[in-house]
């Protein structure tokens, strides 16, 4: 099963700030995804990435960047945080093996900003 | 666009008893990958289950398993003998081909209160 971490795991922050959440998966999977959880609007992708150097757009991408320096990390980079970006994040990687398509979850990390 | 809805918001069933979640999808793929995550109550999102359209039988894993209707685009999530630690919230999760690969669109989640 895909082990997948998360740091930090609660974060506050104050307007204007600059925000780095950071994930790494041991199971050396290639695709890794950020999504936001907010109540009323389940889970929504962010970005998303299919290997080392490679970041694509998901649903709602404004405001936020991503970066996939290795094959094991991935960072969601808040430049300039604002309240609207409160929220609960979750990483998830997936890709080929027995499951292939089924993506695993980190514990998520709880943001508030200020 | 895919889209999954899953129109139970709330479900209260006793223990050990039998209950089924629903979910329906909409999708212009012929090859798709249907999921069920639960939410514990501490926050975790942990895969259940998973159903490839292509497979005519119906996946079972454990005391979950699913009904897949492919005519009515349905795929329902049922749990037998339920226990107390099978209260969570349950997500369906859809997987095209198309529109970007690998990417899933989740339903807003059944919350499911098991009563002792």
């Known amino acids: 099963e895909a082990a997948v971490t998360q740091s930090p795991r609660n974060k506050v922050a104050v307007t204007g700030g600059k925000v780095t959440l950071s994930c790494n998966q041991t199971?050396?999977?290639?695709?890794m995804y950020w999504y936001r959880q907010d109540t009323g609007h389940g889970l929504r992708l962010i970005h998303y990435?299919?290997?080392?150097?490679?970041?694509e757009k998901g649903d709602i991408p404004d405001g936020y960047k991503a970066s996939r320096p290795s094959q094991e990390n991935f960072s969601l980079i808040l430049e300039l945080a604002t309240p609207s970006q409160t929220s609960v994040y979750f990483c998830?990687?997936?890709?080929?093996?027995?499951?292939?398509?089924?993506?695993?979850f980190g514990p998520g990390t709880r943001l508030l900003v200020l | 666009a895919q889209k999954v809805t899953q129109t139970q918001t709330s479900i209260s069933v006793m223990e050990k008893t039998t209950v089924t979640m629903d979910c329906v999808y909409e999708?212009?793929?012929?090859?798709?990958?249907l999921f069920w995550y639960k939410q514990t109550a501490s926050g975790e999102i942990v895969f259940l289950i998973r159903q490839d359209s292509y497979k005519k039988e119906n996946a079972t894993v454990g005391h979950y398993s699913l009904n897949f209707q492919k005519p009515k685009s349905s795929i329902g999530l049922i749990i037998t003998a339920t226990q107390i630690e099978d209260s969570a919230v349950y997500f369906c999760a859809m997987r095209g081909n198309t529109g970007g690969a690998d990417r899933l669109t989740f339903g807003k989640g059944t919350q499911l209160i098991i009563q002792p």
């Open positions: 990435s299919y290997g080392a150097g490679s970041t």
């Open positions: 199971n050396n999977h290639n695709n």
């Open positions: 999708t212009q793929d012929s090859s798709y990958f």
């Open positions: 998830a990687s997936g890709g080929l093996g027995d499951n292939q398509d089924t993506q695993y």
